[in-house]
Structure formats: structure tokens, C-alpha cells
């Protein structure tokens, strides 16, 4: 078991190296096989198809990332000092993972099914994340009881991840992740967006009976 765990693993860093550079529509399972001098039939054994690996790899990369996160919600001194450190890991995964995630595909009209997936699997932990944070928030008195962390951590990733939609859409020469001034630009506005929703997030009616 140990063994094929290890092979698995040299599989899913081959591929990643593959998506990360070329993307998924133009990696092949031959390539991959050719780079970890294995024959075609064995990448098979472990994996049905270039797309399980991407779902592997992809699955991989967030837990990757994720998992500081998820354990410095615990010690930071505030919800702030939790959304400064998450934009500077979304910003770093754009600019690192851009073919991986095929965030160009998106946008699209019509995502693929293997998009869909992608997407929602990162909505998935986003919500995880952010329903932490707001319950540390609600926990401590920074944010409002009454708030209900799981809804509001979902409302929170639609708007965001409409934000980047739009953003993509709206460029006209079409938008570069790899564009460092345009994706800084790009995640200011994501910055002010959570800004504004945490800020509302402390809204005490109690304390505004007379507006």
C-alpha cells in the first residue's frame, strides 16, 4: 500500500507540473507517462483517465493551500488579519496555478462539466474557510450573533467568484492572470468587496434604533 501511495503521489507531481505549464486541454497521458519514464499502461492502473488525475491533482493543490489557512484562522488576532493573509493566497494561486485551474474556462458560456466540478470543489473549501472565520468573528464579538456563518460564507463566495467573472468578461483585450498589474488591480477590488461585507457584518441594530 505504501508503495502504491508513493507512486500515486509521483504521479499527481508529474501531472502538476504538466497542468501548470501547458493546462489541461494540452497535457496528454502519454506525456505524462514519458516524464516519469513509466509506460502508458501503468499511469492507467492508478488513474482511468487524464481527467481523475486532474480532479486528483486539483484536490491535491487546494488541501495544499488551504491548510495554513485553516490553521491560522485559529491563532490570528482578528477576522482583518485572516482576509489580508486569504487574499494573498488567492493572488499567489492565480499567478502560480492559472493553466492548472483553467480559470480562462470559466468564463465561458457554457463551462465544461470538468470546469463545474473544479469550480465547485473550490467553492467548497472557500466556503469551509470563510464559514470559519466569520464563526471566530461571531465567537469573539467582532461580528454580529446573529449572523449565520454557513449562509453568509456561501453568499460571500457567489459574489466573489461573480466579481472575478465579470472582471474576465469585461476585459477587453482579455484578462492575463499572469498580468501582475491587472491581477493586483483585480484583487483591490475583491479586497474592497470583503471590506464592505465584513463591515456590514458588524452592524449592531441595537445600537442604530434611530436611523
Known amino acids: 500500500m505504501a508503495e502504491q501511495d508513493q507512486k500515486r503521489t509521483m ?10 505549464r501547458f493546462g489541461l486541454s494540452k497535457t496528454t497521458m502519454e506525456e505524462i507517462a514519458r516524464d516519469l519514464e513509466i509506460s502508458k499502461g ?30 491560522y484562522v485559529e491563532e490570528a488576532r482578528c477576522t482583518g488579519d485572516i482576509m489580508d493573509r ?8 492565480l499567478l502560480e496555478y492559472h493553466f492548472l485551474f483553467g480559470v480562462n474556462e470559466w468564463i465561458k458560456d457554457v463551462p465544461s462539466s470538468l470546469m463545474r466540478q473544479t469550480i465547485e470543489l473550490l467553492q467548497q473549501v472557500e466556503i ?52 501582475r498589474k491587472a491581477l493586483k488591480c483585480f484583487m483591490d477590488r475583491e479586497k474592497q468587496v470583503l471590506t464592505i461585507f465584513f463591515n456590514g457584518l458588524r452592524y449592531r441594530p441595537d445600537i442604530n434604533q434611530d436611523c
Open 11 to 20: 504521479i499527481l507531481e508529474a501531472a502538476l507540473k504538466r497542468f501548470k
Open 86 to 93: 486569504y487574499l494573498e493566497l488567492k493572488e499567489k494561486m
Open 128 to 179: 469551509s474557510f470563510l464559514s470559519a472565520t466569520i464563526s471566530k468573528g461571531v465567537n469573539s464579538g467582532e461580528l454580529n450573533k446573529d449572523t449565520d456563518t454557513e449562509l453568509t460564507a456561501q453568499l460571500l463566495v457567489n459574489v466573489l467568484f461573480g466579481l472575478w467573472v465579470i472582471w474576465c468578461k469585461w476585459q477587453a483585450a482579455g484578462f492575463d492572470p499572469h498580468d
Open 42 to 71: 501503468s499511469l492507467y492502473y492508478y488513474f482511468s483517465d487524464k481527467e481523475s488525475i486532474y480532479v486528483a491533482v486539483v484536490e491535491r493543490m487546494i488541501a495544499d493551500c488551504f491548510f495554513d489557512m485553516s490553521a
